[in-house]
């Protein structure tokens, strides 16, 4: 018997319009009721995840998404993070020299923000930030590494041209 389905959104639960079909809402449904546990499993950030959860209309004390590739867990009751990785100072200084020597913008996700670091948020990445209900927030690298904000996962964003050199 199943009793859990961890299922990826982006080219799984969501069409190439980023929309969830009504037959997938109708299979989820389904086996809910049939006891079976659904856990959303994503690289998208915490606002990028809940309009679709809540679309499915799904509820209960314990229910969770996995979010950030993995680096973070939410209850989704009340959106409580209950476990995570984090990326550390010294992970963010070595990701800042990186971005600092092509023409990749830096960018971070903390609770519920899309951060870019030491610069103004380009196109591209003011529309990636788009597709998962937000905009992008400029941070300082030594905001960044603070200690003040769970900083889950790095994104590096740029025109392929631009970086297949």
């Known amino acids: 018997m199943i009793k859990l389905i961890a299922l990826d959104m982006d080219g799984t639960l969501l069409n190439s319009q980023k929309e969830i079909p009504q037959a997938h809402i109708q ?19 915490l606002v990028g995840v809940k309009p679709y959860y809540e679309q499915l209309g799904l509820s209960g004390d314990n229910e969770y998404v996995i979010i950030n590739n993995g680096c973070s867990t ?5 959106w409580k993070l209950v476990d995570w990785k984090e990326l550390s100072a010294e992970d963010m200084l070595y990701l800042d020299r990186i971005a600092k020597q092509t023409p990749a913008q830096l960018t971070l996700f903390d609770e519920e923000r899309y951060l ?8 591209l ?3 990636d930030a788009s597709l998962v209900f937000t905009t992008p927030t400029e941070i300082s690298l030594g905001e960044a590494i603070s200690g003040k904000n769970i900083i889950f996962q790095a994104m590096f964003l740029a025109q392929p041209n631009e970086l297949d050199i």
């Open 125 to 127: 990445v003011t529309y």
């Open 116 to 123: 870019v670091v030491n610069e103004k948020p380009s196109d």
């Open 27 to 45: 299979a989820i449904h389904q086996a809910v009721e049939h006891g079976v546990k659904l856990v959303l499993c994503t690289g998208r950030p």
């Open 74 to 78: 939410h209850q989704t009751k009340d």
